[in-house]
């Protein structure tokens, strides 16, 4: 059946490797005739449905893990009001980009999506510039959220051990902590290279609604306004409500994939949503002691939350459960990772492609995770001497990844414009306004989530979030400005077209 596939489809591919739209081959389904169209070969085994592809971004946002993870460090920097308010605010900005790319997600159903869809955005002119830099930009994303979704699993794991073990001082060891996460990290790749088949009081409205803190001035000296405390709070949910992108990953995966990939897209961001603030809302009232929160010494002051909650033994219980849900969050965002690595391998972006684009017997891009979890474990390695390195990476992580959507948006809505064909599920009128919400909330975070987190700044203090991004904005620009043929502008036309590949057999 394969070979009888390949045979039709080698009949209608011109010389150029085009498959030309509306010309039906014989023996190829929607899917795979969609995905010829766009200029590839199908590769992947293509069996999941609407419940996986929702999955896979209801997953890697995971609200259930999220909310702990940096639960402790938004009481500090604005406590209970400023969760609430920053929560419900990216939840509702973060939809509408989701909106935004799902509309374009349902015209170029393609794996590694974006950096695709800038290219075909972009046209022949300014096609070529937009995919490199979107393909290193949501790469560099993906390859920071892998260690920082694992990171923080490992710190919920810490905290239950310090609650049982307090005087115990190799926990608070960052090569203790690295080597946890890199132990996390094994279990999160291995479903990626394996075939696929208590009682106390509430607080009161005030305390929650009402209840502002500012933390972030550890000197005499207060640097940091309130106003600007409350801007900074904007991680806690920015680092949940991202990752849209994991649902168009698996596009080559999902059968009827233009409409399915759009729904799962935009389905999980508003479910994680709605489902969300509910329970934020429940986690601040049944605080019971808002400055035990703020005074705790763990390494995720969720614990401290919790033993003042259900006690020792219950804090470790939920938090053991905590490791293991956020580690399986890690399993999904590893996913995505590994995809957009294997997508930008297979066009050719990355140095030694042709070894990380290959899959397995079982239809797995093996190699690809393999590099995924060597990067993930090196920048791991920054928890070792520093206090402030997890926020740096799950910034980087957010920076990134959102940075990455804003191209393939604004190519849509400018140099695309003519040329973009809406596919089925569209936002028709709706589009220019929601892209553009969608492109000033990621130049809002991007800005925000550059600026230091503490004062006053020393090396321990320091957000080296900006030091990532110069270093993901460096290599990005100098790999395509490379003199002597050397850097993508000589080489680098856009995604390769694999039914040329066919062609050639």
């Not at 800038?118 to 022949?124: K, N, T």
């Amino acid at each position: 059946m394969a070979d009888e596939k390949e045979s039709s489809l080698k009949e209608e591919v011109d010389g150029g490797g085009n498959v030309e739209a509306g010309v039906v081959i014989p023996g190829l389904s929607r899917d795979e005739q969609k995905l010829a169209e766009l200029g590839y070969k199908q590769e992947f085994l293509r069996h999941l449905g609407l419940f996986e592809n929702w999955a896979a971004t209801f997953s890697t946002m995971n609200f259930i893990s999220g909310i702990p993870v940096l639960f402790g460090w938004v009481m500090y920097t604005g406590g209970p009001q400023s969760a609430f308010i920053n929560w419900t605010m990216v939840g509702g900005l973060s939809f509408i980009v989701s909106l935004v790319m799902a509309e374009i997600a349902a015209s170029f159903p393609t794996a590694g999506g974006i950096y695709f869809w800038a290219y075909r955005l972009g046209g022949e002119k300014w096609g070529p510039f937009l995919s490199w830099m979107t393909a290193w930009w949501n790469w560099a994303g993906w390859v920071c959220v892998v260690p920082g979704v694992q990171q923080g699993s490992t710190n919920f794991l810490l905290s239950a051990l310090q609650v049982r073990y307090p005087d115990s001082e190799v926990l608070s060891q960052g090569w203790f902590a690295w080597l946890l996460t890199a132990i996390g990290m094994i279990f999160a790749m291995a479903p990626n290279i394996i075939s696929q088949r208590a009682s106390g009081n509430f607080q009161t409205r005030d305390g929650v609604f009402n209840n502002f803190y500012n933390g972030i001035n550890l000197g005499d000296e207060i640097q940091a306004s309130d106003s600007y405390c409350r801007i900074i709070g904007v991680l806690f949910g920015a680092w949940v409500f991202y990752g849209y992108d994991a649902s168009a990953h698996l596009a080559e995966e999902t059968k009827d994939a233009s409409e399915v990939v759009a729904k799962g897209m935009w389905m999980s961001t508003l479910s994680s949503w709605l489902l969300s603030v509910p329970t934020l809302i429940i986690i601040l009232f049944s605080m019971q002691d808002f400055d035990g929160v703020i005074a705790g010494t763990y390494t995720n002051n969720w614990a401290e939350y919790l033993v003042q909650l259900v006690g020792e033994n219950g804090a470790i219980a939920v938090l053991s459960i905590l490791w293991v849900d956020s580690t399986c969050a890690t399993a999904s965002c590893f996913m995505s990772a590994q995809r957009v690595t294997f997508a930008i391998s297979r066009d050719g972006v990355l140095p030694f492609s042709k070894y990380f684009r290959q899959l397995n017997k079982n239809k797995m891009p093996v190699h690809a995770a393999l590099l995924v979890f060597a990067l993930s474990i090196v920048i791991t390695c920054a928890v070792i001497g520093s206090t402030v390195a997890f926020s740096a990476i799950t910034a980087t992580a957010t920076i990134a990844t959102n940075f990455s959507y804003l191209f393939p948006i604004v190519a849509r809505h400018t140099v695309g414009r003519a040329t973009f064909q809406p596919a089925k599920w569209n936002l028709g009128k709706y589009s220019v306004i929601l892209g553009i919400i969608s492109g000033l909330y990621i130049m809002f975070l991007f800005v925000v989530l550059l600026l230091p987190q503490l004062y006053p700044i020393t090396k321990e203090t320091l957000n080296y979030a900006p030091i990532c991004i110069g270093i993901v904005t460096i290599v990005s620009l100098l790999g395509w400005v490379l003199p002597f043929g050397l850097g993508g502008m000589h080489w680098f036309k856009g995604p390769r077209r694999t039914i040329e590949e066919m062609d050639g057999e």
